[in-house]
């Protein structure tokens, strides 16, 4: 069982190409369940509503209007753009989200971000009788967001490495893989580092070699095999569609992360 999260970048490319969802129906025998998320999507969607795109921590603040672009952006396009070309690929995708049978339940992460949720419980029933079934769930990094007496509130918007991660640790996933800009986890020279263990890759991260946006990755990434020590987590690059296809086709490709 693998989990795949495919940021802004690799969902750009995957859904411009005729080639990079082949790959993936050509390598990938096993079950697997993607969770994206789609930033540039969802900022050039709220600049054509007027609606200016400001971070918190690498985090978008959500107020109720950004919410609803967050949603049309996530659900209603890129998923169902997603799902079109992974069924045409000859997958059989079911696109979703993390407010669909309350899979992802949330409370507030900060109140700064506004409608943003950090996930407390995955009812993830759905996604494991669709892969059951043969089924590549496709999720939409949104949830549900509760009350501290577990009232529903509504939808909110997630951070989607932290969706994908809440999901592969609710599935015991084998494998985990994060797309991302770089190659994969890069050292002090810029090369891609071939493998890491967990007690590596927070000396990479108290030295400073590890910065930016993909400390959150790595930070989901410990999070992930601290629940599941025999999987292996991979951050691999999906800059161009030649690499996003490589994630599919090249189990070797990027960083591989193992406790040991």
């Known amino acids: 069982m693998i989990v795949y999260k495919l940021g802004g970048a690799a969902l750009q490319h995957g859904l411009s190409s005729s080639t990079v969802f082949a790959e993936l129906a050509r390598n990938t025998s096993g079950p697997f369940a993607i969770v994206h998320g789609g930033g540039p999507e969802i900022t050039a969607t709220a600049a054509k509503f007027g609606i200016e795109s400001t971070f918190i921590d690498g985090q978008r603040v959500t107020d109720a209007a950004m919410l609803n672009v967050v949603l049309m952006a996530l659900r209603g396009k890129t998923n169902s753009e997603l799902v079109l070309r992974l069924n045409h690929a000859g997958l059989r995708a079911l696109g979703g989200s993390g407010f669909d049978a309350n ?129 292996t987590l991979r951050i691999a690059g999906g800059k161009t569609p030649e690499q996003i296809a490589r994630v599919f086709a090249d189990p070797n490709f990027g960083t591989r992360i193992t406790v040991r």
């Open 103 to 231: 899979l992802f339940e949330c409370r507030e992460e900060n109140p700064a971000l506004g409608l943003v949720g950090k996930v407390t419980r995955v009812n993830s029933g759905w996604v494991q009788l669709a892969l059951e079934h043969g089924y590549c769930p496709v999720i939409a990094s949104v949830g549900l967001l509760t009350s501290a007496s577990g009232l529903a509130l509504g939808p909110c918007n997630i951070n989607a490495d932290l969706a994908a991660t809440a999901l592969a640790q609710s599935l015991a996933a084998k494998e985990f893989v994060f797309t991302t800009d770089a190659e994969g986890v890069l050292d002090e020279k810029g090369n891609c580092i071939p493998h890491l263990t967990v007690a590596q890759t927070s000396e990479l991260i108290q030295r400073g070699v590890i910065q930016g946006g993909m400390i959150v990755k790595i930070r989901a990434a410990l999070e992930f095999l601290a629940s599941a020590p025999a999987s």
